[in-house]
C-alpha cells in the first residue's frame, strides 16, 4: 500500500483482556518494528522483524507482548492479560532495507492508542 | 548507558528561526535523525545526518558534530504548520535506534 496501516486506531480493553494490533507496511519493505509511545515520550524500541524473522524482541516488557509476521508482510502485536501499565501508543514502523542500510528510514504508521481501564 | 538530551519544549514565533538542540550519549554512532511528529499522528522523516556538517533541505536544516555528541535542527521562516514535537534518534553500533524525548514546538502568531 501507500502507506502503513494499522488497525485498531483506538482499542478500549478491561483489564485481563486479550488484545491484538494489526500492522501493513509498505509492499516490499524488508524492515519491521514495533514501538510504545507514552504520552509526551519518544517512541520506546519493543521488537524488529527482518521480512518474517523476528531478529530483536529485547524491548518487549514481558512474556505477555508477542509479536509476530509469518509471511514477512502484515504483523501482529499481541498482548495477553492486559495491565493499566500497558495504555500507550503502539506504533509500527516499517522501512526498505535492512538496519545497516545506511540512511534506514522508517516510515510510521498512525499508531494504535491502547487504553486498559 | 544510552542517553539523548533534547529541551521539552520551546516556543518561537511565526516568521522567525528556531533551532532545536539534541546531544547524545550512545554506544557507537550509525548515524542521526530528525523526525517531526504532529499531536496524534505518525512521526514523520525530517533529515539524516552520518558526517559533521551542515544538510540543508528547503527551511529545514540539520547540523552534526560527532566529537561534541550534538546537533541541531534550525527551522526558518516559521507557520503555524510547524507547531509539533521534533524528535531526535541515533543509530548505535548495533544499528538500534535510541529515541530522544521529543521537543514540542508552539508557535505563536
Known amino acids: 500500500g501507500a502507506g502503513v496501516s494499522q488497525s485498531p486506531r483506538y482499542k478500549v480493553a478491561k483489564r485481563g483482556q486479550d488484545v491484538a494490533l494489526r500492522c501493513d507496511p509498505i509492499?516490499?519493505?524488508?524492515?519491521l518494528f514495533w514501538y510504545q509511545q507514552a504520552l509526551g515520550q519518544g517512541p520506546e524500541f519493543l521488537t524488529y522483524?527482518?521480512?518474517?524473522?523476528?531478529?530483536?524482541k529485547s524491548g518487549l516488557p514481558s512474556d505477555r507482548f508477542f509479536a509476530e509476521r509469518p509471511e514477512g508482510s502484515v504483523s501482529t502485536l499481541k498482548i495477553q492479560r492486559t495491565q493499566q501499565e500497558d495504555s500507550a501508543v503502539y506504533l509500527c514502523?516499517?522501512?526498505?532495507?535492512?538496519?545497516?542500510?545506511?540512511?534506514?528510514?522508517?516510515?510510521f504508521g498512525a499508531g494504535s492508542r491502547l487504553t486498559v481501564l | 548507558g544510552q542517553n539523548i538530551d533534547q529541551p521539552t519544549e520551546m516556543t518561537a514565533t511565526e516568521g522567525a528561526i528556531v533551532q532545536i538542540n539534541c546531544t547524545y550519549q550512545?554506544?557507537?554512532?550509525?548515524?542521526l535523525f530528525w523526525y517531526q511528529q504532529h499531536a496524534g499522528e505518525a512521526p514523520t522523516f525530517l533529515s539524516y545526518?552520518?558526517l559533521d556538517g551542515l544538510e540543508e533541505k528547503g527551511r529545514f536544516s540539520s547540523f552534526l558534530s560527532r566529537s561534541k555528541g550534538y546537533s541541531y535542527l534550525l527551522l526558518k521562516e516559521l507557520q503555524m504548520k510547524d507547531s509539533a514535537s521534533y524528535l531526535c534518534?541515533?543509530?548505535?553500533?548495533?544499528?538500534?535506534?535510541?529515541w530522544g524525548a521529543g521537543t514540542k514546538l508552539i508557535i505563536k502568531p
Open positions: 534518534a541515533v543509530t548505535d553500533s548495533n544499528y538500534q535506534l535510541i
Open positions: 509492499s516490499g519493505h524488508v524492515s
Open positions: 522483524f527482518q521480512n518474517e524473522a523476528q531478529l530483536d
Open positions: 514502523a516499517s522501512s526498505l532495507g535492512g538496519v545497516d542500510s545506511g540512511a534506514n528510514v522508517l516510515t
Open positions: 550512545t554506544s557507537g554512532f550509525n548515524g
Open positions: 545526518n552520518v
